[in-house]
């Protein structure tokens, strides 16, 4: 790999001994730099590392009005040893590529993703602090620059890749509110692409279940809401007497990096595993006869993130508290693959 | 009305005479001054009028990755005694709230609403051309300025107006096709919102429209695509012999002044008019016997925007050539309001 064409501005001093490294809030610290690359005249140009800095825009970008941007979350990981590596960082750039395509926006080309995101870790690898459950949270994103305001897709993008220190997410204790009368995606809408507007159109429902002591929201499907889809930022899984069960891909749901891979951990480590259409009746048949083991939410931010109760239709359902839940189980499994404490058959894990 | 409290920032030179207002592109030309308005510790600080030019944000600003952003589309129309009018902007603040509600948002104050857009207008009188179709389109918008990538409401944001000078909207001949497989918004969603998301998911299906050689879609309910309900930026009416049908609102679809504006017209003017869900195949069945006589588009930009024919389903349907449309009975009646061109009885009309 030859990234020399990404020139670096340097930093005059950085910031990193101002931070607590041991209390961070999520996302709010970014590192010393950050990656950018402009997309002008149909093509995308030279890429440069620079200071994390603002950046300027005409108040007529289309961002600003059509909401045409797309992003992505990805994890550094370091072992012992000072290794650095990521998790399957092929599927974030397959995806982020997918949900530039739904919102009419260029592909981003693989070797700038991979020089630039290599180049920039390597120059931030102090940000990489050791210990399980430690990373360097990484955010590509996408928007749409060019200053006119007719709802047509942008001529111009600027594509960014910022990193922002990461503890351990623990999120408390997670009840979960299926939803009744809300949705989040349509079918044939951009429901499966990680579309800025479906992040924000949420918001609003979640200060509602908020209020009510819900946590998050389990969105069913906006037609009959009696399916269970995913939550706002985490796939779900169910688990049924020994069973697995979770939702399959449609053009609502986002097809999880790590949802995919526990469904593969299931298959190899003797777990039955469903991947089909879960209705909210039988979840609430399942709690009642008390056969509901778990559920629990997957993504990059938290990796396993357990759910100890829900609510629907004025209902609340509470989960047995296990000892051997799967959610630890994979948790463990995914985590020990991830800062390379155990042996990484599937390929997932990439030194860089 | 004191608006003294609003501070102007002089610019230093009017870019007025580099501005061929003959030959003007929708939404590409912005007028010297822009208005601002942050929110900060849970409250709208004191808005300012100042030179139009770029703004500062940090990459990790909420409306970058999460798409919290709304808008509204207004105009500003010149007499020949050179007053200045609005047409129902009190609808407009009224739905820019509505939509921040949706996107958990906070509202703008009325007084900060109507004092900086008089005048801001006032300012920028010489932008306003007199002649009938000339205007000021007027984008006020909202966006979420906090530096934080969680998924969550942001804590800060702007509010800004810009202004876009804008000539008699001509679109060419406009063929329409049905949506079949793509959706603009689900039930339970935010199509009803003029959020930032709802206009960047059209792109890309709008694009596989064009090289179909249709102009626009108009989108169909996401659950059966059976029920026709608008286009991209239009409301939508169908003309079936002398009767005149539109689809209710529902909150899947954004409630148009101009459409609303046309309802009430229309039961004026003695045209029968039904507001209730358009099946497709009555439209089809209609253009098969000859009784479907118009179809026409409804906002702000357009007025009116008379569609030729539309595509479903691998099938071309083109609509009769009428001497006396009622598109254009619309949008004179319309217009000669806006325009100060005929009494007002219902007192859209608003000088300013
Ligand atoms: C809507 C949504 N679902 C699920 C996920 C989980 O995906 P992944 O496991 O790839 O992080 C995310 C994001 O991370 C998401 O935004
Ligand atoms: C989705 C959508 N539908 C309809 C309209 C028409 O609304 P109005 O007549 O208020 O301009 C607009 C915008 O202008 C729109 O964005």
């Known amino acids: 790999m030859d990234s020399s064409y990404i020139q670096v501005t340097p930093i005059k001093q950085s910031k990193i001994d101002t931070v607590d490294f041991n209390k961070l809030d999520f996302g709010r610290v970014f590192s010393d730099y950050m990656f950018e690359c402009d997309y002008k005249n149909g093509e995308w140009q030279t890429p440069v590392i620079k200071p994390y ?3 300027s825009l005409d108040p007529s970008a289309r961002v600003f009005h059509y909401g045409q941007a797309v992003f992505e979350g990805m994890k550094a990981y370091k072992d012992d040893n000072d290794d650095i590596f990521l998790f399957r960082p092929d599927e974030n750039l397959k995806r982020i590529n997918k949900s530039s395509e739904r919102l009419a926006m260029p592909a981003f080309p693989e070797n700038y993703f991979f020089d630039g995101l290599t180049k920039l870790l390597h120059l931030e690898k102090n940000w990489i602090k050791k210990g399980f459950g430690n990373s360097l949270y990484i955010r590509p994103f996408v928007i749409a620059t ?3 305001i007719s709802a047509s897709p942008s001529e111009d993008y600027k594509f960014m890749i910022i990193l922002s220190p990461a503890q351990a997410y623990y999120a408390g204790e997670v009840r979960v509110l299926f939803a009744e009368k809300y949705s989040r995606s349509a ?8 579309a800025a507007g479906n ?3 949420q918001f609003f429902p979640t200060s509602l279940a908020h209020k009510k002591g819900y946590q998050q929201i389990i969105w069913t499907d906006a037609n009959t809401h009696e399916y269970l889809e995913e ?4 796939n779900i899984f169910f688990r049924i007497g020994d069973k697995l069960i ?3 891909n449609n053009d609502r749901i986002l097809d999880g990096i790590t949802r995919k891979s526990i469904i593969q951990l299931a298959k190899d ?3 039955e595993i469903e991947v089909r259409p879960v209705s909210v009746a039988e979840i609430k048949d399942a709690a009642r006869k008390g056969e509901l083991k778990e559920i629990f939410g997957t993504g990059t931010a938290a990796v396993i ?3 100890v109760g829900f609510g629907h239709s004025e209902e609340d359902f509470e989960l047995p508290k296990l000892e051997k839940s799967y959610a630890s189980f994979f948790k463990e499994k995914l985590m020990n693959i991830q800062y390379n404490k155990s042996q990484d058959p599937y390929g997932w894990r990439v030194k860089i």
Not at 187 to 194: C, D, E, P, S
Not at 231 to 234: K, L, Q, S
Request: proline share 13%; glycine share 20%; hydrophobic share 40%.
């Open 146 to 148: 060019q200053p006119a």
């Open 246 to 248: 979770t939702a399959p």
């Open 231 to 234: 939550a706002g930022t985490m």
């Open 199 to 201: 992040y924000a159109a």
């Open 53 to 55: 800095g603002p950046i």
């Open 269 to 271: 480590n003797g777990i």
């Open 305 to 307: 993130n357990p759910i």
């Open 187 to 194: 079918n044939g809408g951009v429901g499966f692409a990680k």
